[in-house]
C-alpha cells in the first residue's frame, strides 16, 4: 500500500484490475484504493507477472503493507511449503501398563427454582441491519440511522430518500474523513515547518491578452486558461530557484530535478486536493492545459493515480473566481513551498508613464525557513512576475 500523502495512513482496496498470472508493464494501473481523498488508482512499478493478491476487497490495508506479489521475468514462483505426508503404518502408541481408575461422582442433588427468580429472555439487538456501502455513506453524511425507516437491511437507496420514523432533534453532523485528513496534514505543517510569507502584486494584463489572442480561433475544448499559464511561468522560475523544488524528509532538503507541480482542485463535495502535473517544466503550454484539463476532470470525479497524490514537488493555488484578493497558503509536507494567486481585478495603475487599467493579482508565497530565505523567496516571486510579463516565451 503506497503513501499517498503525509496523511494517509491506511486505504481500503476495491479493485482488482489484474487476475493472477497475467502480465503487468511498469506504469499499469493494477488497483484502486479508497481513501479519504476517493478512489486512487495504483500502479506497478515493474515489469513482471502477477502471482497472487495478498489482500481481499474490501480489506483495509496500512501504508506499506504488500498488496500483491509480481514476479519478475526469469523469477522463480514462490510455492507455498507442502504439508506433511501422514505414515501409512504409524507406530501405535504405547498402552499403559495401569490406568488409575477415577472415583465416580457422586450425584449432585438438584437444587429446586426458586419462585422469585425468573431467568429474563435475551434482548434482541436494537441496532439496525445497514450494508456497509450505507454504513459508509451515512458515516460521512452524518445521517442518522435510527431515522432511517427500512423493511429490512438499510442500502444506499434509503439513504439518498430517507423516511424519518419520527421527528427528532437533528444532531450535529460528524468532521468528514477529508477534513480530518486535511486537520491532520495541516496541523503537522503548523506545528513542524517554520513557514516564511511574502507578497507580490502582479500585472496580468499581458498574460490576459496572450489568452485572448491564443484562443480566437480554438474550439471550447481546445482553449487554454491562465491556470496552465501560471503553472508555466511558476515552473520556469524554478530552474533558477531550485530550493523551493523538492522535499524535506529526514532533517535533509531533497531537491528534485524535475518540477512536479502540484494544482489545488476543489473537490464538488467539500475539501481540497492537490494531485501534480508532471514534468511541468519540459512541456509545451498546450500539453500543459491539456494535462491540467485531465488533471482537474479526474480530480473531481475520483480517479487519480498514486503517483499524482505523493509525489508533488510544489505546489500552486489559485481562488481565481472566488473573489479572495490574496492567500497565503500552508505548505504540504513533505514540501517545501506553495504559491498562491488571487483574484485578477482590475487597477488603475502607472503604465507606461500613463494611469491606466490593469489586470492585477497578489502573488503570494509560503516557504520553509529551514530550506530557503525571504531574501531568496523574493527573487522567486519576482522570477515568476518576469515570466508572466512575457507569456508568448513560456
Same mark, same amino acid.
Given at each position: 500500500?503506497?503513501?499517498?500523502?503525509?496523511?494517509?495512513?491506511?486505504g481500503?482496496?476495491?479493485e482488482?484490475?489484474?487476475?493472477?498470472?497475467e *502480465?503487468?508493464?511498469?506504469?499499469d494501473?493494477i488497483?484502486?484504493?479508497?481513501?479519504?481523498?476517493?478512489?486512487?488508482?495504483?500502479? /506497478?512499478?515493474?515489469?513482471?507477472?502477477?502471482?497472487?493478491?495478498?489482500?481481499?476487497?474490501?480489506?483495509?490495508?496500512?501504508?506499506?503493507?504488500?498488496l500483491?506479489?509480481?514476479?519478475a521475468?526469469?523469477?522463480?514462483?514462490?510455492? *507455498?511449503?507442502p504439508?506433511?505426508?501422514?505414515?501409512?503404518?504409524?507406530?501405535?502408541?504405547?498402552?499403559?501398563?495401569h /490406568?488409575?481408575?477415577?472415583?465416580?461422582?457422586?450425584p449432585?442433588?438438584?437444587?429446586?427454582p426458586q419462585?422469585?427468580?425468573?431467568?429474563?429472555?435475551?434482548?434482541?439487538?436494537?441496532?439496525?441491519?445497514i450494508?456497509?456501502?450505507?454504513?459508509r455513506?451515512a458515516?460521512?453524511?452524518?445521517?442518522?440511522?435510527?431515522?432511517?425507516?427500512s423493511?429490512?437491511?438499510?442500502? %444506499?437507496?434509503?439513504?439518498?430518500?430517507?423516511?424519518?420514523?419520527?421527528?427528532?432533534?437533528p444532531?450535529?453532523?460528524?468532521?468528514?474523513?477529508?477534513?480530518?485528513?486535511i486537520?491532520s496534514?495541516?496541523?503537522?505543517?503548523?506545528r513542524e515547518?517554520p513557514h516564511?510569507?511574502l507578497?507580490h502584486?502582479?500585472?496580468?494584463?499581458?498574460?490576459d491578452?496572450?489568452?485572448?489572442?491564443?484562443?480566437?480561433?480554438?474550439?471550447p475544448?481546445?482553449r487554454?486558461?491562465?491556470?496552465?499559464?501560471?503553472?508555466?511561468?511558476l515552473?520556469?522560475a524554478?530552474?533558477?530557484?531550485?530550493?523551493?523544488?523538492?522535499?524535506?524528509?529526514?532533517d535533509?532538503?531533497?531537491?528534485?530535478?524535475?518540477? =512536479?507541480?502540484?494544482?489545488?482542485?476543489?473537490?464538488?463535495?467539500?475539501? %481540497?486536493i492537490? *494531485?501534480?502535473?508532471?514534468d511541468?517544466?519540459a512541456?509545451p503550454?498546450?500539453?500543459?492545459?491539456?494535462?491540467?484539463?485531465?488533471? /482537474?476532470?479526474?480530480?473531481?470525479t475520483?480517479?487519480?493515480r498514486?503517483?499524482e497524490?505523493?509525489?508533488?514537488?510544489?505546489?500552486?493555488?489559485?481562488?481565481? !473566481?472566488r473573489?479572495? !484578493?490574496?492567500?497565503?497558503?500552508?505548505?504540504?509536507?513533505?514540501?517545501?513551498?506553495?504559491?498562491?494567486?488571487g483574484?485578477p481585478?482590475?487597477?488603475?495603475?502607472?503604465?507606461d508613464?500613463?494611469v491606466?487599467?490593469? %489586470?492585477?493579482s497578489? %502573488?503570494?508565497?509560503s516557504?520553509? =525557513?529551514r530550506?530557503?530565505?525571504?531574501?531568496?523567496?523574493a527573487?522567486?516571486?519576482?522570477?515568476?512576475?518576469?515570466?508572466?510579463?512575457?507569456?508568448?516565451?513560456?
Open positions: 500500500m503506497p503513501s499517498l500523502g503525509a496523511d494517509m495512513e491506511a481500503t482496496l476495491v482488482q484490475l489484474v487476475q493472477p498470472g *502480465p503487468v508493464k511498469r506504469g494501473v488497483a484502486a484504493v479508497e481513501t479519504q481523498k476517493g478512489t486512487i488508482e495504483i500502479e /506497478v512499478f515493474q515489469d513482471g507477472t502477477l502471482q497472487e493478491w495478498l489482500v481481499d476487497l474490501g480489506t483495509k490495508v496500512d501504508v506499506g503493507a504488500p500483491a506479489t509480481i514476479l521475468e526469469g523469477e522463480a514462483t514462490t510455492e *507455498p511449503a504439508e506433511p505426508t501422514p505414515n501409512p503404518n504409524p507406530t501405535p502408541a504405547p498402552k499403559p501398563e /490406568v488409575a481408575q477415577e472415583p465416580e461422582p457422586k449432585i442433588e438438584p437444587t429446586p419462585p422469585q427468580q425468573q431467568r429474563s429472555s435475551p434482548k434482541p439487538d436494537s441496532r439496525p441491519r450494508t456497509p456501502a450505507a454504513r455513506r458515516a460521512q453524511q452524518g445521517i442518522d440511522l435510527s431515522s432511517i425507516a423493511k429490512g437491511t438499510i442500502t %444506499l437507496a434509503d439513504l439518498e430518500s430517507p423516511t424519518p420514523k419520527a421527528a427528532a432533534t444532531k450535529p453532523a460528524p468532521v468528514s474523513s477529508m477534513r480530518s485528513a486537520a496534514a495541516m496541523s503537522r505543517s503548523n515547518i516564511y510569507y507578497s502584486a502582479v500585472d496580468l494584463t499581458a498574460a491578452d496572450f489568452v485572448t489572442r491564443f484562443n480566437a480561433d480554438r474550439a475544448q481546445d487554454l486558461l491562465l491556470g496552465a499559464v501560471y503553472a508555466r511561468a515552473a520556469k524554478l530552474s533558477k530557484y531550485t530550493e523551493f523544488n523538492g522535499h524535506y524528509i529526514d535533509a532538503f531533497h531537491q528534485s530535478g524535475a518540477v =512536479h507541480l502540484g494544482f489545488a482542485v476543489n473537490i464538488r463535495g467539500g475539501g %481540497l492537490a *494531485p501534480a502535473l508532471f511541468a517544466e512541456k503550454i498546450e500539453d500543459l492545459m491539456t494535462d491540467l484539463r485531465d488533471l /482537474v476532470e479526474r480530480a473531481r475520483g480517479r487519480l498514486a503517483r497524490l505523493s509525489e508533488a514537488t510544489i505546489t500552486l493555488t489559485s481562488l481565481g !473566481d473573489g479572495v !484578493d490574496q492567500l497565503y497558503g500552508v505548505i504540504y509536507p513533505p514540501q517545501v513551498a506553495i504559491v498562491g494567486l483574484t481585478r482590475l487597477q488603475p495603475a502607472v503604465h508613464g500613463e491606466a487599467p490593469r %489586470l492585477t497578489s %502573488l503570494t508565497l516557504a520553509d =525557513h530550506v530557503s530565505d525571504g531574501h531568496r523567496g527573487l522567486f516571486l519576482k522570477a515568476i512576475d518576469k515570466n508572466l510579463q512575457r507569456p508568448e516565451q513560456l
